[in-house]
């Protein structure tokens, strides 16, 4: 199930930003009683009745001609349209204000579902001035304490009421999904296109030409494959965003409903922190990783270029080692061919299943060659390892006593799994328990 995305706006110095740390389990957004703190969108994972989210923070909308205002009002904008439910934050203390009347007309438009939030109701006096905010139109509004904590478990539970319902999927298949995902201007259309052979997908040099998700399948060896190009923004009369900064959602949407994703690099510009950020995005989603270094005929090379930039590569996505590498050209089709069944590898390794008495012979070895550590004189003892789901692989050592497994040798023994069996491609869990 795609994560539910809830964008918090409203006029500034409201709590907005109160409501997102709370939400999100920390100190992530500036806290003050300043207005125009939070400028930007900020993003945040949470979880709620098992049910991921994701929880956008935004800049506090004003209508006057202030500097910076046009460009907050622009990020909010955004991120209602990136939003599946948005809520609409107030305060019962300053009461409804002309600004609040003015966000409401906006929230009309989005034809988005809107929860109206009245913040720091702390009191029963207080709880019983929220019924002027009815004049908005917005619905129910639900009383909230940002500075207590109060009433967000009603605020999420009604989110998740009005989020939209997952369409019915049918019959499982054996197509494989992947996202195309990267920073703006990578090439990711042109590599779709060319892998289908077809203008399939429109393309263009200018940044951000995708708006929508597109969704293609395709057959390659009587395998089926589906392929995701990463959303862009619809951008609404004059929204612009910065598109280097703000491309991670997109990416992120793209990878909840992927199998496998295909991290797009830039060959001309090099790696760039954005290019990490949205590989962390794709591991930490457990999904199957591979690195496509693009546009690789524009460069001038000798015999080490190649070389030369895998080690790049390697040095500032070591959190990925597992990933492979392919170098190719949208342009010119330059091993192109290959992807669909480096996908395919990646993706049968992503369910890979390993039989329990396997796990355990290369349990045995890796204590051989590997004694496990002690501490304070208590020795760790591994007494068994199983794998208990796919898609990622994902195995449980039962041991001891789980403060004393390090993170080096819990590390020592995935590196162990993976030399044992196939996982290229696939990160990989390892949860430590204590065996009763």
């Known amino acids: 199930m795609a994560n539910l995305t809830i964008a918090i706006v409203g006029r500034p110095n409201v709590g907005k930003s109160t409501i997102f740390n709370r939400l999100a389990g920390d100190r992530i957004s500036i806290v003050e009683d300043t207005p125009g703190v939070t400028r930007d969108r900020i993003y945040a994972h949470a979880e709620w009745l098992g049910r991921r989210l994701n929880i956008i923070d935004t800049g506090g909308i004003d209508f006057s001609n202030e500097s910076f205002q046009d460009k907050i009002r622009a990020q909010a904008e955004i991120a209602m349209e990136e939003a599946d439910v948005i809520v609409m934050l107030t305060n019962v203390r300053d009461g409804v204000t002309d600004t609040d009347e003015m966000i409401a007309q906006l929230l009309y438009r989005t034809n988005k579902p809107v929860i109206l939030a009245v913040n720091k109701v702390d009191n029963a006096e207080q709880r019983a001035n929220i019924y002027d905010f009815y004049s908005l139109g917005l619905g129910d509004p639900v009383p909230i304490s940002g500075a207590h904590g109060l009433g967000l478990g009603e605020l999420l539970e009604t989110a998740l009421k009005l989020s939209p319902q997952e369409p019915d999927q049918g019959p499982v298949d054996d197509t494989i999904s992947f996202a ?257």
């Open 180 to 436: 195309v995902i990267g920073r703006p201007n990578v090439g990711k259309s042109s590599i779709v296109n060319a892998m289908l052979g077809e203008e399939r997908v429109i393309v263009s040099n200018v940044a951000g030409t995708t708006r929508d998700a597109v969704h293609t399948q395709f057959t390659v060896d009587k395998q089926k494959y589906r392929i995701i190009d990463t959303a862009g923004l619809r951008k609404r009369g004059k929204v612009y965003e910065k598109t280097e900064k703000y491309s991670v959602l997109r990416s992120m949407r793209a990878i909840e409903e992927a199998d496998v994703a295909l991290l797009v690099l830039n060959a001309e510009e090099g790696i760039r922190d954005q290019d990490k950020n949205i590989a962390g995005y794709a591991h930490e989603a457990g999904r199957g990783l591979i690195i496509v270094v693009n546009k690789w005929d524009a460069l001038k090379k000798d015999n080490h270029t190649l070389k030369e930039f895998e080690a790049d590569i390697r040095a500032h996505f070591q959190f990925i080692d597992y990933a492979p590498i392919v170098f190719v050209s949208a342009k010119t089709k330059q091993r192109l061919h290959q992807l669909p069944e480096l996908i395919k590898h990646v993706h049968e390794n992503h369910q890979r299943r390993i039989q329990s008495s396997l796990l355990n012979d290369v349990l045995n070895r890796a204590i051989t060659i590997n004694p496990a550590p002690s501490d304070k004189g208590r020795k760790l003892r591994v007494y068994y390892l199983t794998q208990v789901a796919t898609a990622p692989p994902c195995f449980v050592a039962f041991v001891n006593d789980v403060d004393l497994m390090h993170f080096s040798y819990e590390r020592f023994l995935v590196n162990q799994i993976r030399e044992s069996f196939d996982f290229e491609g696939t990160p990989i869990k390892l949860i430590t328990r204590e065996r009763k």
